[in-house]
């Protein structure tokens, strides 16, 4: 397993052995676990990645694809947007979710405000700058 996948299987222990907590970086930040397939392989992946709620849907939440500032985007944003849905664990619940990417000036505010909460997203924006755009996706419970 790779370094990074390594990681990825402590946290999503932690997440899941804790009721939807981790310590560590993350400790306090809301995290998802989200399910998507490989477009090309078919396989199950699980990413825990952090998310922001949506102000007035409870069943909305947006992820953020910054692959930490890397100059491509990460192929869970590839996988989602191809599939069009997926599934995420957030806390102790597990659902299903519709994905949409954002664009534009709602592309702009949700990142904005994500970046307000935790400045290491505004890292991550400079970091791409003249590069890629960051993608913002919405999972909406479906």
Do not use: C
């Amino acid at each position: 397993m790779s370094e990074a996948g390594n990681w990825n299987a402590q946290i999503i222990e932690e997440f899941r052995t804790h009721e939807g907590k981790v310590g560590g970086a993350f400790e306090g930040a809301p995290l998802v676990l989200t399910h998507h397939r490989g477009r090309k392989t078919g396989r199950e992946h699980v990413t825990p990645m952090m998310y922001l709620p949506d102000d007035t849907e409870p069943d909305t939440v947006y992820v953020f694809a910054t692959k930490g500032g890397a100059p491509t985007d990460p192929d869970w944003y590839r996988n989602l947007t191809a599939a069009g849905d997926g599934t995420i664990e957030r806390g102790t619940e597990t659902y299903r979710v519709t994905v949409r990417d954002l664009t534009g000036a709602e592309r702009d505010r949700v990142y904005a405000e994500q970046a307000s909460r935790y400045p290491g997203f505004a890292d991550y924006a400079r970091k791409t700058e003249g590069v890629r755009v960051i993608p913002v996706l919405e999972l909406r419970r479906a």
